[in-house]
């Protein structure tokens, strides 16, 4: 059974930066395309961020291009999202997500597989 766990959320002002971790385990995570994702209070999920298994291709919602980078350490079975200049529109439960199939489609949540209990990120002005 494969598990994703995400971690690094928290509290921070405007213009400041927060790291996501996402660790997973019981699956080949190398084969996994993984996603980030957030939903804030009263919205629905949004996609972030995602990168393909191989690392050699990302993507990102418009609204955080610039600022946050998506990452992966196929080794440690682990995927970062690098956070910068952080705003309060930026307020959410981030999710991380691995997508087992070939096809890589970042920006759908319904193709990815597994995903993780979401933490939180509060941006205050």
């Known amino acids: 059974q494969v598990h994703v766990v995400e971690s690094g959320g928290g509290s921070v002002q405007a213009g400041g930066s927060l790291r996501l971790s996402c660790a997973t385990s019981?699956?080949?995570?190398?084969?996994?395309?993984m996603g980030w994702f957030r939903q804030a209070p009263g919205q629905e999920r949004e996609f972030v961020a995602a990168?393909?298994?191989?690392?050699?291709?990302?993507h990102y919602t418009d609204s955080v291009k610039g600022r946050f980078i998506i990452s992966r350490d196929n080794g440690k079975s682990t995927v970062y999202l690098q956070m910068n200049s952080l705003k309060p529109e930026d307020t959410a439960v981030y999710y991380c997500?691995?997508?087992?199939?070939?096809?890589?489609?970042?920006?759908?949540?319904?193709?990815?597989?597994?995903w993780g209990q979401g933490t939180q990120v509060t941006v205050s002005s």
């Open positions: 019981g699956g080949p995570f190398s084969t996994y395309h």
């Open positions: 990168i393909t298994f191989s690392g050699s291709s990302t």
């Open positions: 997500a691995a997508d087992a199939d070939r096809a890589f489609r970042p920006r759908d949540a319904a193709a990815f597989d597994y």
